[in-house]
């Protein structure tokens, strides 16, 4: 009675509103400061902290080493007790700037136009390096060393042992430099995919082709856009002279990409693979300190209960580093709040890709990042129809990577490094004593460190689900245009439409969009919300299995009548205000696999080149209305309906 009391008058309901989406005009807002701002790419502040703080690759301690040896010497080959190596990009001959992302120049602190400079377009054509042979100074490019652990229930332990020691994965992503915003002082690693061989490579030729370094840039971007954790782009640049063995010959391309760190699962998963002790406790101390603001950023230990409450969805920080935590069997040190704070961080990504119908088509550990970043972007895609079972990825026979299944699968992931974490997490406050950090646990004390690391782990797994949930269900509450929670919502309003979509092959995104504009004064009677319900329905008209054009006005009637009730109770007569604040939530324009498929035709075979700045501007805006008056009619199409033919559509890991 009090919520709807105080929410019944309207200054007061105005006021919350404005709280609730302060975030938005703050961030719109800080952005418009920035784009007046911004150094050269000279004056940008560079570091190399990850090198300075972490083991080389043991064959090439010095970027001199590395440099100055022939390209065959550097591999591909086995690299161990080391989580990098100093390795420089492959010259490109006449380089092509395709395209770069205002969006992440502005981020990452470089001044509007500085991507006409030619040290801008050298740097993300691999032709250009921070480094002086002669002088040995600077910030030589390095490859990070990672392995990753594919879902042990489709694959024997005998492919997923082979994948850990041999660095199976495919890495042709070299490190220019760490760069910092002078402004926001926001660090991040800049990197090129694509700019040749690393040892890491394997058999590959550490090259990336156009089509999938296109997807990549402009998915990575969108996803930032529409506020969902994920890796950047800052540029797209041709390769026209690198021709590119895949399914068939294409034409190789660099994604210039950044991160706050590109640090993921998998890297714990190689050392653990190996037994190496030493660095696992090494690398999660640097990502405590070096990733994470300090030990004194990480969680304070929660109650775990469904639903959550706020002590759990917001922990205490804080905690001393060396302060445990918990009772027995469960007493936390610094490397379980840590876990914790890894897979908090993925459960709040995770719910942001189920509410956007984001589905990334591959996440083994090596696609989980530690900072709960979307990763890796290969044969991704959004939904279209609402399809719980939908992989994009159509070497993916058994689905386990599909739609439904990526919370449960990112757990999985979570839980592998849980198990490499497992000896820190499990000492309690035993970590630091001598004897266990040079040899070990006592034998002793093995059976408690176990029951003590699957307790942690078990509990980890609970707070994993409660934060996933109550993330879940608030980003679902602001696409469906409430303000308040009632515990009713999910199987009322959630769970309905969720099963109207999937039963009437909706497409997910465009119901939201279109529901933004329904006024409740559309919707006050049956016959009225019958009429309504065609404005989500596909061109062609009802599809689905057993539907009639009846049948389906009546089931989306009905959950309308119930979701106009809803909305009444939270807006009152403010219907206007609803609208624009789902808006802000309900994206137009969505980088669909059709669209991304036209793009890179027009561009591969037609030579088009303005398409690709056209569709960023739509990626990196996609809450707008319009974005060219002169090109409302191609908009529009990208906007519509899906053509029946290309919905759903799949693609491979070839890349």
Known sequence: MFLQSVLYRPSILRARIAQMTAHLSNSFESSSVRSVLGVSLADLPKSNVFTSSLPPDPSFKTPAESHNAPRVNLGPRMVKDALYTFVHPEQTEEPELLGISQTAMRDIGLREGEEKSEEFKNLVAGNHIYWDNESAEGIYPWAQCYGGTLSAR????????????????VTRAISLFESTNPYTK???????????????SRFADGKAVLRSSLREFVVSEALNALRIPTTRALSLTLAPKSRVRRETIETGAIVTRFAQSWLRVGTFDILRFRGNRKLIRTLATYVAEHVFPGWESLPAAVPISLPATSSTLHPARSVPAYEIQGDAPGEENRFSRLYREIARRNAVTVAYWQAYAFTNGVLNTDNTSLLGLSLDFGPFAFLDNFDPSYTPNHDDHMLRYCYKNQPSIIWWNLLRLGESLGELIGAGAEIDEEQFVNEGIREESVPQLIKRAETIIERTR??????????????????????SDKETDFDELFSGLLDTMEALELDFNHFFRRLSSVRVTEIETEEQ????????????????????????????????????????EDWHDMDKERETAMKKVN???????????????????????????????????????EWDPGDRAQEERFCGDVPRGNRQMMCSCSS
Not at 154 to 169: C, N, P, R
């Open 154 to 169: 489709v694959l024997s332990k005998k492919i997923v042992d082979f994948a850990l020691g041999w660095q199976l994965f």
């Open 462 to 483: 609970k707070e994993y689900q409660a934060v996933f949930d109550a993330e879940f269900r608030r980003l679902m509450r602001a696409r469906l245009g409430l303000v």
């Open 186 to 200: 926001t660090r991040y690693e800049i990197q090129l995919k694509g700019a040749g061989k690393t040892p890491y």
């Open 529 to 568: 919300r019958k009429d309504l319900a065609a404005r989500f329905f596909h061109k062609e008209g009802v599809t689905g299995l057993g539907n009639t054009e009846a049948s389906a006005r009546e089931r989306i009637a009905e959950w309308l009548a119930k979701w106009r009730i809803r909305v009444q």
């Open 587 to 625: 994206p137009k324009f969505i980088p669909r696999s059709w669209i991304l498929d036209e793009v890179i035709q027009r561009v591969e075979r037609g030579g088009e080149r303005e398409i690709i700045g056209k569709v960023m501007k739509m990626a990196l805006n996609p809450f707008d209305d």
